[in-house]
């Protein structure tokens, strides 16, 4: 009683077409096949321009690290003079 059998989702297929028409539901796969397409090319898209933001944003702490580096040995060869 608790799961439906196979010829229970045979009739509720058979009913579904004949209530919607082929042509209807083929529509709509068609429609849900392009949005899960372009799903997966903005998650692609997202992805890399994700890693790109990342890649320049380790570059700039790497030179701002750089910059600190360099500043505090000229600090240091003032405060020698």
Not at 12 to 41: E, H, Q, S
Not at 53 to 61: F, G, K, M, S, Y
């Amino acid at each position: 009683m608790g799961s439906f059998s196979l010829w229970h989702w045979l009739i509720v297929l058979a009913i579904v077409v004949l209530v919607f028409g082929t042509k209807k539901l083929r529509g709509a796969g068609g429609d849900l096949g392009a949005a899960v397409k372009n799903f997966k090319t903005s998650m692609k898209d997202g992805e890399a321009e994700a890693q790109k933001n990342a890649d320049a944003l380790r570059n700039d702490i790497h030179g701002e690290a750089r910059r600190v580096d360099g500043e505090s040995e000229s600090a240091r060869s003032h405060d020698k003079v």
